[in-house]
């Protein structure tokens, strides 16, 4: 087979170039040709590997190009890196790989495109296309790679048992790509992921959580997330997901499975954003209801305060996964705290709930009402319908409300100093108290959200509390 229109581009004729000046054997490898082939234009880094010096290769190519671009080399793993405007070269010589316990760091010693090959993850990444001259575009697939490709498989080249154990982090690679791809991992790779699966205490949390990342923006998460709990994968990262799983019966009564509900929810929601954070939120929307499952004999299951429980949660859990604890992570935390409002809201709408809920979400408002109806998990037709159509009404009110009476990025009208001056007061305790009675009475609806009228609301408090006016 022949792929000489997958390489005919510019960069490629001239790495060729570069590679038969320096006497080279080289080709394109892994991902890119697996993405051509796959229709699948989004592979920005480019992988090459030479029969020989990366590094070399690397420095002539940056030479043949117009701008001679800086090259990175990494000394100790033997490759070295360019950019170009919209791509990221990466050039390593062609080696064979031997791991020992303990370390997904094999040691290395140079080898045949064939050696290189049999060190890639999956047969699909193992594809390689020519670039030398007496063969340019040539296909070259020594495992089958292209017949896995058309039939959708993901297949170790050698032992999946040794492939895993070797690097436990293509045991996530392997998910990651089945979900991305829509594809089915192999079972004897399955059952060996599962075997192996205590390895994966020996990749880094950034590694496995880069992994994650890519599963929760995906069309359709939840495939990955089944993936990961079959193969008991999942527990290691996040337990506080496994902890949904089951459903109790007492008396009779019986609560959904939030395991399984949680992850329709991500799913819905990646039909309306590509927030990976908003996606995030959607998937820990729940946790709260593990710890605070309670049954009551009145009133059957609850679950009290889980969204407060749930996103004092969130911080543990990034903490734990070295997540960065920043805004992204205070976003996070806002959801699942307000996660139920809008849903209360859609029984009884008034006006000073609505406003309490701008207040509360501010600019976040519209994340917030895409999570509640990705929330909607019902299979009973019409709730379902039902639901989405009170949700039509919370968002016909939010922006009534919010046209008249602008909460969301709430500013006091009546500020600190304003309230010393007119009373002639020091700081004290009682500024905050008026400013705090304020705010209520504008979310109460009892004033209007503007200075006149909070301006005759603050004379009225300050004299309630016996302030004399200056
Ligand atoms: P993507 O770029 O979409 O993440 P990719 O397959 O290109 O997918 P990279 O991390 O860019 O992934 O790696 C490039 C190639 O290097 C892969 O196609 C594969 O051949 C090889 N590779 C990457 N990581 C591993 C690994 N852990 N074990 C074996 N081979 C790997
Ligand atoms: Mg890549």
Avoid at 265 to 292: Q, S
Wanted: hydrophobic share 40%; with cysteine; aromatic share 8%.
């Amino acid at each position: 087979m022949n792929f000489k229109e997958a390489i005919s581009s510019h960069i490629f004729t001239l790495i060729s170039k570069a590679s038969s000046e320096l006497g080279l054997e080289t080709y394109v490898i892994g991902g890119f040709v697996r993405d051509y082939l796959l229709d699948r234009h989004t592979s920005k880094d480019i992988d090459i590997v030479t029969i020989g010096d990366g590094i070399a290769l690397a420095e002539e190519v940056s030479r043949l190009l117009p701008h001679q671009p800086k090259v990175q080399v990494f000394k100790t793993y033997g490759t070295a890196m360019l950019r170009t405007k919209e791509l990221e070269i990466e050039f390593v010589g062609a080696r064979k790989e031997s791991y020992s316990e303990g370390s997904r760091n094999p040691k290395v010693s140079t080898g045949t495109l064939e050696d290189d090959q049999k060190r890639r993850d999956f047969t699909i990444n193992a594809l390689a296309l020519s670039l030398n001259t007496e063969n340019y575009g040539a296909l070259l697939d020594p495992f089958d790679g292209i017949s896995d490709l058309k039939k959708g498989i993901l297949k170790t080249p050698l032992d999946p048992n040794k492939t895993y154990s070797d690097d436990p982090l293509r045991m996530m690679r392997a998910i990651r790509f089945a979900t991305q791809l829509g594809f089915t991992i192999e079972s004897n790779s399955l059952n060996a992921i599962a075997e192996n699966h205590e390895r994966l205490q020996i990749i880094t949390k950034e590694r496995i959580i880069d992994e994650l990342h890519k599963i929760i923006a995906s069309d359709k998460p939840s495939t990955g997330f089944k993936l990961l709990e079959n193969t008991k994968l999942l527990p290691q990262i996040l337990p506080e997901l496994i902890a949904l799983k089951g459903v109790d019966e007492v008396e009779g009564q019986t609560h959904k499975d939030n395991f399984y509900h949680t992850l329709e929810v991500v799913d819905n929601i990646c039909l309306t954003t590509d927030d990976l954070w908003l996606r995030w939120a959607a998937l820990l929307h729940d946790i709260g209801k593990a710890p605070t499952k309670k049954y009551d004999k009145k009133v059957g299951w609850t679950f009290h305060a889980h969204e407060f429980v749930g996103s004092k949660m969130v911080y543990r859990l990034f903490k734990r996964l070295k997540m960065p604890l920043n805004n992204k992570m205070k976003f996070v935390q806002k959801m699942v705290l307000l996660s139920s409002r809008p849903i209360v809201l859609a029984s009884d709408v008034t006006d000073s709930a609505v406003r309490r809920l701008i207040f509360d979400a501010g600019d976040d408002i519209d994340s917030l009402m895409l999570l509640c109806e990705a929330d909607i998990t019902t299979k009973n037709a019409k709730k379902f319908k039902r639901y989405h159509k009170n949700f039509e009404l919370v968002r016909e009110k939010i922006k009534e409300v919010e046209e008249r009476d602008r909460i969301r990025n709430f500013q006091p009208p009546i500020s600190g100093e304003l309230i010393m001056e007119t009373f002639n007061l020091k700081p004290c305790r009682e500024i905050g108290m008026i400013k705090e009675a304020i705010k209520e009475a504008i979310l109460e609806g009892k004033i209007a959200n503007d200075y006149d009228e909070s301006y005759q609301f603050m004379l009225t408090k300050g004299k309630e509390l016996g302030f004399i006016l200056n």
